[in-house]
């Protein structure tokens, strides 16, 4: 009987701990959370507010200076402003030239990041391990320096122009170009897409591309068929951060872009402060916010896949 009372004692005890570590993790875990709720959460219900046209409450300040501030129709609110900013002729441009540099600023990142981390991962020795210390510059580097140090660079009398103007070769203006927004993206985005896929190829056991040689398969095959398959979620990772770092950006398309078509990031500043419609500023801000939830999506399937094949789920 003292035996079966010494051990509910025991079980009681373990219960009553986990307990207090639970509620103890829990209090730990409440602060960031209301951060997140009141700094993150609120103003994204209440600029979401605001684009269906509820202009009451904390939106009716808001509401009052901008100019052609639909207001709502219905209990749900309205979609004047989504029509609003969709019937714009200048939005049209301006999403296609995000959707764009986007898509191949993040191409190249990837690719030159691959081939970076594949030729630290299978020839490795001193000279990849300065070019990938080299490449890692861009983070110590503030993006604001960066931009305006490429727009000095590639400017109509900046070096390049001026060095190639004396072999008799008319270089292009780069600054105030697509390409310019491009390069100084690349630029910015590379370090960190060299350190994930690195990562992601350096964690490949030597074994597995050792018995691949063995077999007789080429560099190229054990590329596609052994190194890429094994590190397919870090490279995820990097595209997908990289994608959504590039599509929201403002300072570099600031500096080097046009005025016009502009990427979303500038046009809302424009749409904001120029124009003075908030609303449709906002409008904006969640058109990037949905496209940048889509490529999200391909996160989320790839953490998915790897916990599936881990055995995790």
Known sequence: MDKTNSINNQESFAVNKTAKLSWFGFFMALPPVLVIICFVGAPILIAAGLSLGFTGGPNRIIALIGQEISTKTHWWGTLDGYKSVINDPRFGGDLRVTLGVTVVATTIVIFMALGMAIYRRVIGGRLATILVSLSLIPLFVPVVISAFAIRTFYDGTGFVKSLLTHFGIDFPTLTMTNSAIAIGTIWTSLPFAILMISSGLQAIPDALIESAQDAGASFIRIIYTIMVPLAFVPIVIATTFTAIGIMGSFTIPYFLGPNQPAML???????????????????????????????????VWANLRSAKQSGRI
Not at 272 to 277: D, E
């Open 265 to 299: 990031g500038v046009e809302i500043t424009n749409f904001f402060n120029s124009y003075n419609r908030p609303q449709q500023s906002v409008v904006m801000a969640f058109v990037i916010f949905g496209a940048a939830s889509l490529i999200a999506i391909f996160y």
